[in-house]
């Protein structure tokens, strides 16, 4: 399950461009779309808010003091945040399930909206959150309508396990409504795809469950003495002590995908310094491969990997003498046995980094394997051949083929793209090369110039 994965391989590349970007901008004001669509959501959560405390009758009798301590147990808990994917998950669900039968159900949604401003309020005071962000904290509340709504229709006013289909519908019209509340504010506020915000909403959703039995038996124990729901917090404080340990993992991880990346960029420029012409190569076969990689619909991971792949696929002709890479005229049999072995080497440099890049290194390795099995080092045929590698190998080879060569000229693009598919299915992977057609017939703007293909790059935008 992705939410698994995201605890124990840290975030993906595209989380983490988010995450990095929202670090940057809490400091500052709400602008423009954002603006407006966290305004309008706050404004209607509002109305529908005081419409629920005005109407909806039922529950246990107001009482301001109990009110009071809740608000304040339920700041402290929201402070309590785990980091997942660009965003983070709170425990306040063992203080939100409780509530919902010491209060007046229609006061409920108030009473969480005022818990999470207080909440927000420290960061505010630091600095680190600007006032205007207090409107999100309050759209945040929007997943207490639905069981305050469900729950008070119903006439439900205290924890009896024989309601569990009522309790059940309570937890269902939570999620739902915080599910879709958030993926339309994010989606049309900020332009963060809904596929993206499946893994964090998961992860929302995941904890929510798992925390309402616990919830709820504090909502039993608390029914005749209220406030021993307070008993409560020193699970917070555990839950707070977890929650740093895995903040400090998240941080570990974008540092280190951070160092990866510039590793990735110090060996290009080796590479580059050592031959212009394979640097240059390089970096073309970047573009056309990252945008081979979209039209198949690689996920982030994998199309980061053929990112990195495309950019230090020849990263081990450093380890070949000059003389060799740079001869103008048909290499020899023994001299192509040595050109063969800069995969191998460039696996085992890229091995040495570790981490991520071993994975990068397996691409390197395989990417002059041939569909049909005549390619090197290891003979791999057909599915045996990553699919990161066979794109890089199919991008590279039109690459080349498009580029002036000191032993041939440049191929015209409609020569190439028929050689191409001349060779899906014996070179290249069928797949992969039907992929490339698509992208050169319209998906992206290529310049066939001196210096190769030049493909716009596709930005990762999440």
Same mark, same amino acid.
């Given at each position: 399950m992705p939410i698994f994965e995201d605890l124990r391989s840290g975030l993906s590349p595209a989380a983490e461009e988010l995450h990095e970007g929202f670090d940057q901008v809490v400091s500052e004001p709400l602008r423009g779309r954002e603006l407006r669509v966290e305004c309008f959501t706050a404004g209607i959560?509002?109305?529908?808010?005081?419409?629920?405390?005005?109407?909806? *009758?039922?529950? @246990? !009798?107001?009482?301001?003091v109990l009110a009071v301590a809740l608000v304040c147990s339920y700041a402290l808990a929201s402070r309590?945040?785990?980091?997942?994917?660009?965003?983070?998950?709170? @425990?306040? !669900?063992?203080?939100?399930?409780p509530m919902l039968f010491l209060l007046p159900p229609g006061a409920v949604p108030l009473v969480v909206t005022a818990g999470i401003l207080l909440g927000a309020l420290p960061d505010v005071i630091r600095g680190d959150l600007h006032p205007s962000r207090l409107v999100v904290a309050t759209g945040d509340s929007w997943h207490a309508v639905g069981p305050a709504l469900v729950l008070g229709l119903a006439g439900v006013t205290s924890p009896e396990l024989s309601d569990w289909p009522l309790l059940l519908a309570a937890l269902c019209a939570q999620i739902g409504v915080d599910a879709v509340v958030s993926t339309l504010r994010e989606w049309i506020g900020l332009g963060i795809r809904p596929s993206l915000q499946r893994d964090v909403l998961g992860w929302i959703t995941f904890v929510d469950v798992l925390l309402s039995p616990v919830g709820l038996l504090a909502a039993l124990a608390a029914e005749d003495q209220p406030y021993l729901v307070l008993l409560i917090?020193?699970?917070?404080?555990?839950?707070?002590?977890?929650?740093?340990?895995?903040?400090?993992?998240?941080? !570990?991880?974008?540092?280190?995908?951070?160092?990866?990346?510039?590793?990735?960029?110090?060996?290009?420029?080796?590479?580059?310094? *050592? *031959?212009?012409y394979t640097g240059f190569h390089?970096?073309?076969?970047?573009?056309?491969?990252?945008a081979v990689a979209d039209e198949l619909g690689l996920g982030s991971t994998e199309r980061r990997n053929v990112e990195f792949g495309a950019l230090l696929h020849d990263v081990g002709k450093i380890a070949v003498p000059k003389e060799i890479i740079n001869k103008p005229g048909k290499l020899t049999d023994e001299e192509w046995l040595i050109i063969k072995t800069h995969t191998v080497e460039g696996q085992r440099m890229l091995d040495q980094v570790g981490g991520l890049l071993s994975d990068v290194g397996r691409i390197v390795r395989s990417s002059h394997e041939k569909w049909d099995g005549s390619g090197y080092p290891d003979g791999l045929a057909g599915d045996e051949i990553p699919l990161g590698a066979a794109i890089v190998s199919c991008c590279d080879a039109f690459n080349a083929m498009t580029t002036d060569r000191p032993y041939?000229?440049?191929?015209?693009?409609?020569?190439?793209?028929?050689?191409?598919?001349?060779?899906?299915?014996t070179q290249f992977s069928p797949v992969v090369a039907d992929a490339l057609?698509? #992208?050169?017939?319209?998906?992206?703007?290529?310049?066939?110039?001196?210096?190769?293909?030049?493909?716009?790059? #596709?930005? #990762?935008?999440?």
């Open positions: 959560y509002l109305v529908v808010a005081t419409v629920m405390a005005a109407t909806l *009758d039922g529950g @246990p !009798q107001f009482d301001p309590i945040r785990f980091a997942i994917g660009y965003g983070y998950t709170v @425990p306040t !669900q063992v203080l939100f399930v917090l020193p699970l917070g404080g555990l839950l707070a002590v977890f929650a740093a340990e895995r903040g400090a993992r998240v941080r !570990q991880a974008l540092e280190l995908s951070r160092a990866y990346r510039g590793t990735t960029l110090l060996l290009s420029d080796v590479l580059d310094a *050592d *031959d212009e390089s970096r073309s076969v970047v573009s056309l491969s990252i041939r000229a440049a191929l015209p693009l409609e020569e190439a793209l028929a050689e191409v598919r001349a060779c899906a299915g057609v698509r #992208v050169l017939g319209g998906t992206v703007r290529n310049v066939v110039n001196r210096g190769g293909i030049r493909a716009a790059p #596709v930005p #990762v935008r999440a």
